[in-house]
């Protein structure tokens, strides 16, 4: 039991780990939007893209945020209040790419039109987007733990529903069996009262 509970917090040191480390490289960098190159901010993670998009959705959906349209590929918000980030209203495009456990996240941020935000015209907002990148390795990762243990629980479950499930067959079957022994025991002695009148008819015949 003692390694058993080793190996499960060693794994999970290694997987916070990667995560840390994969989760400190949000940087500015130039995002195509529009046919036109904008200034935005680009991180990488070693998880699945889905699970990625589903932590940001979730982490979206924590500030307020449960109505995302989608426009070429990039979750859009427009002009909101992304507190976290900012004060200001904006629009907000946020896109995942990827495969496997490789996903790449480019946000960009505009406060209208081709309006967009840098480091040059607002650093603290690039600042806070590079943060939430950051945390988000941590968050996509607590994301899959949490299904992990969804899906286990609902497993269980099921190997206990189908396991009362036989456990009721079972008590149905001994109860048949039960009451075919009785009537077996019931038959076993009309017969053996028959077989006694056939031998008594017979004795008096000779």
């Known amino acids: 039991m003692l390694i058993r509970n080793l190996k499960v917090v060693i794994t999970c040191t290694l997987v916070l780990a990667s995560a840390l480390v994969w989760g400190q490289n949000a940087q500015e960098k130039d995002i195509k939007f529009n046919k036109a190159h904008h200034h935005g901010v680009v991180a990488e993670f070693n998880h699945p893209p889905d699970a990625v998009e589903a932590a940001i959705r979730k982490k979206l959906a924590e500030e307020g945020f449960t109505k995302i349209k989608s426009s070429k590929g990039f979750m859009t918000l427009s002009g909101v209040q992304w507190r976290s980030v900012s004060n200001d209203k904006m629009d907000v495009y946020i896109k995942v790419d990827g495969k496997k456990n ?26 806070h987007v590079k943060t939430f990148l950051n945390d988000l390795a941590w968050h996509t990762s607590i994301y899959q733990q949490e299904n992990a243990v ?50 008594a008819l017979k004795l008096k015949a000779n």
């Open 102 to 127: 490789n996903s790449l996240v480019q946000v960009l941020l505009s406060k209208g039109y081709d309006n967009f935000i840098s480091s040059q015209n607002d650093p603290q907002a690039i600042d």
């Open 150 to 199: 969804s899906k286990a629980d609902k497993e269980l479950k099921l190997i206990q529903d189908n396991n009362n499930e036989l456990l009721a067959q079972k008590e149905k079957l001994e109860k048949r069996i039960e009451e075919n022994n009785q009537n077996a025991t019931t038959r076993q002695k009309l017969l053996e009262e028959e077989k006694q009148k056939l031998e």
